[in-house]
């Protein structure tokens, strides 16, 4: 059921099947023109629970506008759908050039080549061609988006709405905030309960540092209201900003302390030793979608490390085996 959070501002719960995130906030802001904001998977569950709520706030597919806060399926995916003619779906320029990338398969190949490179078999990339649902949920066939800067104002509902990029999460990921309303919606920058899943993208050197840099950015903002796109939770954004840093913190003194006591490990065997917040007993027992982003968060922290001379790693026999930089370089 659809949520009046204020006036002309209504969160819709999409539910996220089989997924750990198990929802997605979609946010409606109502007026002459309505902005949707996110969309969930591009799967029957989503479109169900979307369409039903939409029909409980009378909102008119026609008369809304779409805002991605960033390229993850669980956000883009309905968004050809829901789409009407003389619409606009807006989505910031760095994530929407690579969202126009990822809707051919050439792209795809790149990636699990290098998932390849970094641990994972053949035969599991080849199952997940198939199941991974940040490949196989999204839009498809591109619509016609309209990029977004950072700073780009948007007016809906008698808000206005600053674009606010925050890379990191992915490397193009905007917020919106409601500097009149004190509101922030965060997308997946600021989570409560659960953290973002920050991963290695390809030509990103530092994926982490840029998220972290992006949390500094927003730290100071004057928000009463923080929307974030997954769970219920909400809370305090300085304290939820500092959380979330001593969160990578360890994340990173985990990483670093792997490589030193057992060097040579591929990011597949280093993401193996880490701590997850998940109910499996022992990494092989890790659905593989979900070691797909495990994975993809280790390589994240190791190229932190790694840009920071602390690590380095060498391909042999076409894997990537990480060891630490000899104290004498540092």
Not at 185 to 197: A, K, M
Not at 261 to 267: D, N
Not at 303 to 310: A, K, P, S
Request: a negative charge.
């Amino acid at each position: 059921m659809a949520e009046l959070i204020a006036p002309g501002l209504w969160r819709l719960d999409i539910p996220l099947v089989g997924n750990p995130l198990k929802n997605l906030n979609s946010y409606l802001i109502t007026g002459e023109r309505n902005l949707l904001i996110d969309t969930g998977f591009n799967q029957p569950p989503c479109r169900d629970a979307m369409e039903r709520q939409l029909q409980e706030i009378g909102a008119q597919l026609e008369q809304t506008d779409i805002f991605l806060t960033h390229l993850h399926s669980d956000h883009t995916g309905l968004s050809g759908v829901l789409h009407r003619e003389g619409c606009s779906v807006f989505i910031g320029a760095v994530d929407g050039r690579r969202l126009v990338e990822y809707a051919g398969d050439q792209k795809w190949h790149r990636i699990y080549e290098g998932y390849i490179r970094d641990g994972f078999t053949l035969e599991q990339m080849k199952t997940l061609w198939n199941t991974n649902p940040a490949k196989m949920a999204g839009p498809g066939q591109a619509v016609s988006y309209t990029w977004v800067e950072d700073g780009t104002e948007l007016t809906y509902g008698g808000r206005t709405l600053r674009c606010v990029r925050t890379p990191g999460h992915t490397p193009g990921h905007m917020c919106l905030y409601d500097a009149g309303n004190r509101t922030l919606f965060s997308g997946d920058h600021v989570l409560f309960h659960i953290t973002p899943n920050i991963c290695r993208w390809d030509g990103v050197a530092d994926s982490l540092g840029d998220y972290l840099a992006s949390l500094d950015k927003v730290r100071n903002l004057a928000v009463d209201c923080l929307l974030p796109a997954h769970r219920q939770e909400t809370g305090n954004l300085k304290n939820r900003v500092e959380e979330l840093k001593e969160h990578h913190s360890h994340r990173i003194a985990e990483a670093l302390r792997t490589v030193r006591e057992t060097p040579g490990l591929t990011a597949y065997e280093i993401a193996g030793r880490m701590h997850w917040s998940i109910r499996s007993r022992n990494w092989d027992e890790f659905p593989l979608t979900q070691k797909y982003f495990a994975v993809g968060e280790a390589l994240s922290h190791l190229d932190y490390l790694e840009v920071r001379g602390l690590i380095r790693h060498t391909l042999i026999h076409e894997k990537n085996h990480y060891t630490a930089a000899d104290i004498s370089e540092q």
